[in-house]
């Protein structure tokens, strides 16, 4: 499954620079990273930032064929997700989110944080907005979660400013003004947002127990226990089936 994953990722990032030969290496023109909201490691503008349990470490890519580690900052326990949108890093904890200015790619600089009670965070941002997910307990239905807006006008102080319960949801992924929440075995949620942090239920897709997803141009690709579910999305807040790649 990992390496399937890797190989679609690494495919996207190239295509991407294809794309765009203006755009910094494997970084894309929205000023996001490429990664998934449960991703530990993703590349933006030239670096690569990578989270461990306790580290937050910083690569450089100025000779992409011999990367150089120029960061490692200590974080203590509990960070499990990263993701990369203007210049800054969303670091998903078990007790919230954290936040890095990446001004300086080589030196992330911490800038603020919000906190919630313990559980997994995975996280996806647009614009001034947070998209982040709490789950606890267990999918078989021992367990449950939520998915919370959050507020980053102020870096220094994210304010949660809305939540929904969901069934167990985990990864998510972000397509113009419609989100796509993964639900494991209860299938994926769309959403339409809006600047004000509101959440509008579009529809729920049934689908094998799904985990993260990622919103590429016109294809939204999901993690499933079976392998990599892929849709279109030309129609964003109707996603279509296209093929399923097994494990």
Not at 114 to 124: G, I, M, T
Not at 183 to 190: D, I, T
Request: aromatic share 10%; net charge negative; hydrophobic share 35%.
């Amino acid at each position: 499954m990992k390496n399937i994953v890797f190989c679609l990722l690494l495919s996207l990032m190239l295509s991407s620079c294809d794309k765009d030969s203006s755009s910094e290496y494997l970084g894309n023109s929205s000023g996001s990273g490429v990664a998934g909201s449960t991703a530990t490691i993703l590349t933006y503008k030239g670096f690569i930032y990578t989270v461990d349990n306790n580290y937050l470490r910083t690569l450089s890519l100025l000779d992409p064929s011999h990367p150089v580690e120029v960061s490692s900052i200590f974080l203590g326990e509990g960070i499990e997700t990263i993701f990369a949108y203007e210049d800054h890093l969303y670091l998903g904890t078990r007790n919230g989110i954290q936040l890095y200015n990446i001004s300086d790619g080589a030196k992330p600089v911490f800038t603020g944080n919000s906190f919630h009670f313990p559980a997994r965070d995975p996280v996806v941002v647009d614009g001034v907005l947070a998209y982040s997910t709490t789950n606890w307990g267990s999918e078989d239905g021992n367990g449950g979660g939520t998915l919370s807006v959050i507020s980053v006008v102020n870096k220094n102080n994210p304010i949660t400013i809305n939540q929904l319960n969901q069934e167990y949801p985990c990864g998510l992924g972000l397509s113009g003004d419609i989100l796509y929440v993964c639900n494991a075995r209860y299938g994926l949620n769309v959403y339409r947002t809006n600047s004000n942090g509101e959440l509008n239920f579009i529809k729920n897709l049934p689908t094998d127990p799904v985990y993260d997803c990622i919103a590429y141009d016109k294809l939204l690709i999901c993690q499933t226990k079976s392998g990599i579910w892929l849709f279109n999305i030309e129609d964003k807040a109707n996603p279509v089936f296209v093929q399923r790649i097994n494990n």
